[in-house]
């Protein structure tokens, strides 16, 4: 404690400095909030809280950076959609085209010249591919590959975009194709199976028996695979085809069924002519299709005539082809059974080395012979696809393109080729479309998140450093009255001391 009546040491002065000082500072700091509209300028304000509103301050700065990119991905996709639009219109066109030429009604002149405009068509569905860019970024020739985009503040939070290539070289009808004819006990009471092609008759003595017990395993286009049991050794091809296409919406692979075989026919005794029971079966004891029908004829016009009189409801037609060999169809890939079979030598035809093929169907009444026909199914998609275990049905491992590029419609077959590829064509980029519009819609959910999550952010922020301006204004005024008190109580705090003077000599 000082001195009573003491001139050197003032206490009242210097607790009065003491509070303006404190004063003086509070005020420097509420002037600074209100100026600033902030509660912390500076970590000294509240540690705690600039470390918190720091956090915020990053996180928004990365939202806000994360909306940009995101719309800048889907102005990417809208300008690869616009050009996949261009495409299939072009690609329409094509279809007319190939359905127009198949007709058949057009001269050798006029089809070459659809084939011309076909080549200008197909030049512009490849030049768009090419062309199409963004940023300089090539986006439909196959280079636009696992790219990423960064949609979110944080590591890991991506979009990744792969474009497949849509030139008309890399674009069509993919399928499978046949490595090797497999059969099943042809001509010995069992049948005979073939995959892949329409014509895979054995082109050797032999047939090759296959046991078709491993499941497919069919992996498409997008890397999901599916797995479709052969069933048994008297299924359907029909049966199987609709076994792969339920599976479509996974693998995108689907399939089509027909039963076709050829016959030459010859009689064992002169004037016997041919006599056989022929029905059409469901494969694997689902059941028969229609009624049997009892063929006895004397020539192999009589037999197609008689065969097409219940077409109607087997299924199965016949007809002669240029060698008068008879050919049988069953369209939908049924089995064709012939039964009875009483006279009459019908021997597969396919064959190109010497000699009559085992296999062949013979007969007579007392000894009468029968044989199941089973059909051909064949791949298809807009995509690559591969076929483990293919070999069980005579299919090769990779499916192999027919390219819109290749597209020939001068003639009518080759116009029936175009309509079925430039089909697979137009889905390839409607899927490929599709896929954009999908993840644009997920890139536009994305932007509308992180704009609520960045509003949440900003609202959190203000609570954090947002100075609450009525009470630092009310703060502010009494800091300002507590200043001026404060110089009020210095003043007359010397008025002692100078009233001590006056006690000196």
Do not use: C, H, W
């Not at 006029?110 to 986006?139: D, K, R, Y």
């Not at 042809?186 to 296959?210: D, E, K, M, N, Q």
């Amino acid at each position: 404690m000082s001195a009573v009546g003491s001139i050197v040491t003032n206490t009242g002065a210097l607790e009065a400095l003491n509070a303006i000082s404190n004063t003086a500072s509070a005020n420097n700091s509420l002037e600074s909030q209100l100026s600033s509209g902030l509660s912390i300028n500076s970590p000294a304000d509240n540690p705690a809280g600039y470390i918190t509103a720091q956090g915020f301050t990053s996180q928004l700065n990365g939202l806000t950076q994360a909306i940009s990119n995101a719309n800048q991905g889907v102005s990417l996709l809208q300008t690869a959609q616009g050009a996949i639009t261009q495409q299939i219109g072009v690609v329409q066109q094509l279809n007319s085209i190939a359905v127009q030429a198949a007709n058949g009604t057009q001269t050798p002149a006029e089809s070459q010249s659809l084939q011309s405009l076909v080549s200008q068509l197909t030049g512009q569905v490849n030049t768009i591919a090419t062309q199409t860019q963004f940023n300089n970024i090539s986006l439909l020739n196959g280079a636009f590959s696992g790219v990423q985009f960064q949609v979110g503040a944080n590591e890991g939070q991506t979009q990744t975009l792969t474009i497949a290539n849509l030139q008309s070289s890399a674009i069509g009808l993919n399928r499978s194709s046949a490595s090797a004819a497999i059969y099943k006990n042809f001509g010995s009471g069992g049948g005979v199976v073939t995959t892949g092609t329409a014509t895979a008759l054995p082109t050797t003595g032999a047939f090759t028996v296959s046991t078709a017990t491993t499941p497919l395993s069919i992996t498409g286009a997008s890397g999901k695979t599916a797995t479709v049991a052969v069933g048994s050794t008297t299924e359907s091809a029909a049966t199987l085809a609709t076994a792969i296409n339920n599976v479509a919406g996974t693998t995108g692979v689907q399939a089509q069924a027909t039963t076709t075989a050829t016959f030459a026919l010859s009689n064992t005794t002169a004037g016997s002519g041919f006599a056989f029971t022929i029905q059409a079966d469901k494969g694997g004891g689902a059941g028969t299709i229609g009624a049997a029908q009892s063929i006895v004829a004397s020539s192999a016009a009589q037999v197609v005539s008689q065969v097409n009189g219940s077409s109607s409801t087997s299924g199965i037609t016949a007809s002669l082809n240029t060698a008068g060999d008879l050919v049988l169809t069953q369209a939908s890939g049924d089995n064709i059974d012939i039964t009875a079979v009483k006279a009459g030598v019908y021997t597969p035809v396919g064959g190109t080395t010497a000699g009559v093929p085992a296999g062949t169907i013979t007969g007579n009444a007392t000894t009468p012979t029968s044989a199941l026909i089973q059909g051909q199914v064949q791949f298809q998609s807009s995509g690559a696809f591969s076929v483990k275990n293919g070999s069980e049905i005579g299919l090769k491992t990779a499916s192999t393109l027919t390219a819109l590029s290749s597209i020939n419609v001068s003639t009518t077959a080759g116009a029936n080729t175009a309509i079925n590829v430039v089909k697979y064509a137009l889905a390839a980029l409607n899927n490929q479309g599709g896929q954009l519009g999908a993840v644009q819609q997920a890139l536009g959910a994305n932007i509308n998140n992180l704009n609520t999550t960045s509003q949440n952010l900003t609202s959190a922020l203000g609570v954090v450093q947002d100075a609450n301006i009525p009470s630092v204004a009310n703060k502010l005024t009494e800091a300002q009255i507590q200043a001026q008190s404060g110089v009020a109580a210095l003043k007359s705090s010397t008025q002692l001391q100078q009233s001590y003077l006056s006690l000196l000599p």
